[in-house]
């Protein structure tokens, strides 16, 4: 593949794996067997066994009459939302859990900010009976109490990170230290495609089921496999990895990824990575970033908790730098309004990271026969409050 990585673990200038000494040997064994796990024939039977049956797929995918009404073009909804525990998170969480097991890993960790990647992962443990213990800044706790009791129904240890800022960056610190103490029982299960490599690789694979089971459905629909565009919202960038995936070296299919902006992108309170982010290492991997001129991560903002993220996956970065894709961003009220609207014209309410990327057809013309695929990527039920709030309901 075109875009995809190279025996390094490189993206043109983007990835490696920036580890401290003492992480090396656990990152090296998932490096030396992720391949051969992941393209057993036992492994892809027992995965698509649970893809169906436990996960609910293949998603639809949906004609959007309204929206195609409004937009002018053939809109179609890629439904990830109506994925067991409400997003594509899933997908990721059994393809690693199924990894693990391999591995003959007896304990599962991860970190979590606003604990939707949380809950996949203690939903996959509570499957296998594995157990598990989540990361999750002391802050992050608090605003997100519901998810923090579904980790701990599903029997999941949630452990409070209280250094730093009390976030995802300081839950991320505490399950690599974790991980350094523990690395021949212990797998950690990262939720998108950051991290050292393999990680980005290994979940971008893991996502690309969504752009798998897109081409055959288009074909069904359209009579091509090819749409003119493909959108997805970008926090790390694993749903967009996902729906990306298999028409990246189709270069007629055009590819959108949506930031957020939070207030503005120059309003210091945002998470525009590409438009504000700089070359460096994030998370163990070489990427685009927001950082301040020495170097310091800066905090990002925005009113959805998945794409408050200051990075972007190293492969994101690669398409960026290319051009292959486009990045652009959304603010908070363009992505509200856009969930309003999403909720009104097709009763389907959207996860707010997922309104992004439906806010960006408002800034977009089409072809009246244009085919154009959007990334659903969780529901919006997490976030009724936040959209009670604004909208004053
Ligand atoms: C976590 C999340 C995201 C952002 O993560 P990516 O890795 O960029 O996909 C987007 N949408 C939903 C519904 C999420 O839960």
Request: aromatic share 8%; net charge negative.
């Amino acid at each position: 593949m075109k875009y995809g990585v190279n025996e390094h673990g490189y993206y043109g200038d983007f990835g490696g794996a920036y580890i401290p000494e003492m992480l090396y040997p656990n990152v090296e064994e998932l490096k030396q067997q992720y391949l051969n796990i992941i393209n057993d024939e036992g492994f892809k039977a027992e995965f698509d066994d649970l893809l169906k049956n436990y996960v609910g797929r293949p998603s639809p995918l949906y004609h959007a009459k309204r929206y195609s009404e409004k937009y002018g073009a053939n809109i179609y909804f890629k439904r990830e939302d109506l994925n067991h525990t409400g997003s594509h998170k899933i997908n990721n969480a059994i393809g690693q859990i199924l990894l693990a097991k391999r591995l003959g890993k007896k304990r599962i960790i991860a970190e979590t900010g606003a604990g939707q990647h949380g809950v996949a992962t203690a939903t996959v443990c509570a499957l296998m009976g594995i157990e598990c213990v989540v990361y999750m800044g002391e802050i992050d706790m608090a605003r997100q109490a519901p998810n923090v009791s579904r980790m701990k129904m599903l029997g999941a240890t949630v452990v409070p990170a209280t250094s730093g800022s009390k976030t995802l960056k300081d839950a991320t610190n505490e399950a690599l230290r974790d991980w350094i103490g523990n690395p021949v029982d212990t797998h950690y299960i990262i939720g998108s495609v950051v991290g050292p490599y393999p990680y980005p690789d290994m979940v971008a694979r893991f996502q690309s089921i969504i752009s798998e089971e897109t081409k055959k459905q288009l074909l069904e629909n359209t009579g091509s496999e090819l749409p003119q565009y493909v959108l997805a919202c970008v926090g790390g960038g694993s749903n967009a990895m996902g729906m990306f995936y298999h028409f990246m070296d189709d270069e007629s299919v055009k590819l959108v990824a949506v930031e957020a902006a939070g207030k503005g992108v120059s309003s210091g309170e945002s998470a525009a990575t590409t438009a504000l982010g700089k070359e460096g290492v994030l998370h163990g991997s070489r990427t685009i970033l927001m950082q301040t001129e020495d170097g310091q991560v800066v905090e990002p903002y925005s009113i959805s908790a998945g794409l408050d993220y200051p990075g972007i996956g190293p492969q994101h970065a690669h398409l960026f730098k290319t051009s292959r894709a486009r990045y652009v961003s959304i603010t908070d009220d363009e992505a509200l309004q856009a969930g309003l609207l999403c909720s009104q014209l097709e009763g389907i309410i959207p996860a707010i990271e997922t309104a992004h990327a439906l806010a960006q057809l408002e800034k977009m013309t089409f072809e009246p026969n244009d085919n154009v695929v959007i990334c659903i990527s969780g529901r919006g039920d997490k976030d009724l409050d936040t959209y009670i709030k604004y909208f004053g309901y």
